[in-house]
């Protein structure tokens, strides 16, 4: 497995952005799908979008136009560009990866088998 680190989350205020990065090491970064989730207090994990290895990008509906992700496999990292930032985006915040296969788009938590060890977003108002 790939090993993932998230960087970039903290205190911030509503309508700010913040982009987080996920530091990949051990393998091949630019052979895995990259995805993103997050997951609130009492919630579940919830998928957030996620960019394949040929840089095909896709989006939960609840982010879509607001969350932008990116890959630079030279540099062995992913990104989460978030915009417009509301207090209902709080959350502990996961990189995740994975070669696949799937029979589709990588979507759910199952699909990925490496992860990061999560970064807290706080979204103040």
């Known amino acids: 497995h790939v090993q993932l680190v998230e960087s970039g989350g903290g205190l911030v205020q509503v309508g700010v952005s913040l982009r987080l990065s996920c530091a990949a090491s051990g393998r091949t970064f630019g052979d895995y799908a990259m995805g993103w989730f997050r997951q609130a207090p009492g919630k579940e994990r919830e998928f957030l979008g996620a960019?394949?290895?040929?840089?095909?990008?896709y989006y939960a509906d609840s982010v879509k136009g607001r969350f932008t992700i990116s890959r630079d496999n030279a540099k062995n990292t992913g990104y989460l560009q978030m915009s417009n930032l509301k207090p209902g985006d709080t959350a502990v915040y996961y990189c995740?990866?994975?070669?696949?296969?799937?029979?589709?788009?990588?979507?759910?938590?199952?699909?990925?088998?490496?992860w990061g060890q999560g970064t807290q977003v706080t979204v103040s108002s």
């Open positions: 995740a990866a994975d070669q696949g296969p799937w029979p589709g788009l990588p979507r759910t938590a199952t699909d990925f088998g490496s």
């Open positions: 960019i394949t290895r040929h840089g095909r990008t």
